[in-house]
């Protein structure tokens, strides 16, 4: 059965959630689940509702509109999938993984591309049927090669792109186009171990954890609103090559993980942080 999903944050007063539930009763809609959360550092209120129903989305914005302080969020969506492109490199763990999860119907999205700056993934993405685009960075400027890629995703015109190990840093005038609607992974060494080969450097400080994050892409490398983290331990017996296993492991189930709560708009982003509804 479709859901609906209505997503409000704001300044907070009182009797936020009486007024919000009382417009869907009059709407004669039925409220499946809800959550709601005060941030009070800022005294700003969060809610996520799934509800059913038929309704007229014009008029149910307006009534909420009527209710809801000045400086109002809202965002009214359903729990259809959500249209994605993959962005990755050479590393196949976590493509392949969504890829896999696309295939049994086990992630909520529409995979309509997969975008590399390698070939090497293209065999991969073919067994799926999926469209696949290289594009090289050989004999172009950064500023050429981000342009010659934002030219195929707009032809597929997605809702969020995907970082599935996709090893070149962003430009500020390429997130823009997609303010909070890209997802990254990686692992959790930073900024303690920067560069190539994170896990040797783990293995040779002897590290008792490792793990991964999951967050949306802003102008500050690898530093924003985080969705999702994991660690796991691991300890003296396993080699350099064991410990990257278990991180490559780590950085798949978490950055699904992200994609659930993102695809199913449990995520609301304020400031450089995440409110979570799960």
Same mark, same amino acid.
């Given at each position: ?19 919000? /539930? ?45 209710? %809801? ?7 009214? /969506? ?8 993959? %962005? ?33 993934? +293209?065999? %991969? /993405? ?32 997605? +809702? ?76 003296? /017996? ?24 993102? %695809? ?15």
């Amino acid at each position: 059965m479709m859901t609906h999903i209505l997503l409000i944050n704001c300044p907070d007063q009182r009797g936020l959630v009486h007024q919000i /539930t009382g417009i869907l009763y009059i709407h004669n809609l039925n409220v499946i689940s809800n959550g709601e959360f005060v941030e009070k550092s800022s005294n700003h209120f969060f809610m996520r509702t799934e509800f059913s129903g038929e309704f007229s989305q014009e008029a149910l914005l307006k009534d909420l509109k009527a209710v %809801l302080p000045e400086k109002v969020s809202i965002k009214l /969506t359903d729990s259809s999938k959500k249209d994605i492109v993959i %962005l990755a490199t050479k590393e196949h763990h976590c493509l392949s993984d969504l890829l896999i999860r696309y295939t049994f119907n086990e992630l909520n999205a529409n995979v309509l591309a997969v975008v590399s700056n390698y070939d090497v993934l +293209e065999e %991969l /993405t073919g067994k799926f049927n999926i469209p696949f685009h290289c594009v090289s960075p050989e004999g172009m400027s950064r500023e050429e090669h981000e342009e010659a890629v934002l030219d195929i995703i707009r032809q597929y015109n997605p +809702e969020f792109l995907v970082l599935a190990k996709y090893m070149r840093i962003l430009s500020s005038g390429f997130v823009s186009h997609f303010p909070n609607r890209i997802v990254n992974i990686h692992h959790s060494f930073l900024p303690a171990f920067i560069g190539a080969n994170p896990y040797a450097q783990a293995y040779e400080r002897g590290v008792k954890i490792i793990g991964a994050t999951a967050h949306f892409v802003n102008n500050d490398l690898d530093q924003g609103p985080i969705i999702a983290q994991n660690v796991i331990p691991v300890d003296h /017996t396993q080699s350099a090559k064991e410990m990257a296993q278990a991180g490559r492991d780590v950085e798949k189930n978490v950055l699904a993980k992200s994609l659930r709560l993102v %695809l199913g708009d449990h995520v609301f982003v304020h400031l450089n942080k995440t409110i979570i509804f799960d």
